[in-house]
């Protein structure tokens, strides 16, 4: 079972350029998120999703666009990186909203933006 | 709004030795609360969880209990082990807000052998 799959697992930006990270999922969940780790701050929600189709902003939006064309894809895009997005970027799905607790998250994303 | 507090680490301990991570919680309802652990290099994964007040829940040598009087959530292990070096965090979900997670800063556990 892949589970949640993260591409790439590195990546070195330069202020103002732009880059998409990929999450795809292959448990037909409905529910699919967005967080970045920072240290001391735990986990902070950027957006999500609870179906193809729909998308929401969740604690730290701003800098960041989401789409759900498909239920297995949720990609995240950067339209113009700044060193504050410098962070680890997780995501994670679940069956349902409902069942949103209970995330499987991928492996992260390690985003330097210089 | 709904927050988590937990000790900061890191917390180093000697292989047997007995782990508590402290968490405290704010909520403006009766949420869940959960454990969820990060090994080195993976995301995280769910490690237990409690429902309601009183609850007790526990994974893998790992207990916590729903403390509703003292809004807390104590992780605890009897006899930790070099595996168990990860980074602990605690989260609550509350459905008047829609179920979303929020998540504490973390405790990073250092076991030496």
């Known amino acids: 079972n892949a589970g949640v799959t993260q591409t790439p697992k590195f990546q070195v930006l330069k202020t103002g350029q732009s880059m998409t990270l990929q999450c795809a999922q292959d448990?037909?969940?409905?529910?699919m998120s967005w967080y970045r780790q920072d240290p001391g701050m735990g986990l902070r929600l950027i957006h999500y999703?609870?179906?193809?189709?729909?998308?929401d902003q969740g604690e730290v939006p701003n800098g960041y666009n989401v789409s759900r064309s498909t239920t297995e894809d949720f990609p995240l895009r950067l339209l113009s990186a700044a060193p504050s997005q410098t962070s680890v970027y997780f995501c994670?799905?679940?069956?349902?909203?409902?069942?949103?607790?209970?995330?499987?998250f991928g492996s992260g994303t390690q985003l330097s933006v210089l | 709004g709904n927050s988590v507090t937990q000790m900061e680490g890191p917390v180093t301990l000697s292989e047997e030795a007995f782990l508590t991570i402290n968490c405290t919680y704010t909520?403006?309802?009766?949420?869940?609360l959960f454990w969820y652990v990060q090994y080195p290099g993976e995301g995280l994964q769910l490690l237990l969880k409690?429902?309601?007040?009183?609850d007790k829940g526990s994974n893998k040598g790992f207990e916590a209990t729903y403390r509703k009087e003292t809004t807390s959530f104590h992780l605890e292990k009897g006899s930790v082990q070099v595996s168990d070096s990860a980074v602990y965090f605690c989260?609550?979900?509350?459905?008047?807000?829609?179920?979303?997670?929020?998540f504490g800063g973390g405790t990073r556990l250092m076991v030496k052998p």
């Open positions: 994670a799905s679940s069956p349902t909203r409902v069942t949103n607790e209970k995330l499987f």
């Open positions: 448990m037909n969940h409905e529910y």
């Open positions: 999703s609870v179906g193809a189709g729909i998308t």
């Open positions: 909520a403006t309802g009766y949420p869940s």
């Open positions: 409690a429902t309601k007040a009183d």
């Open positions: 989260a609550l979900s509350d459905r008047r807000a829609g179920n979303m997670l929020t």
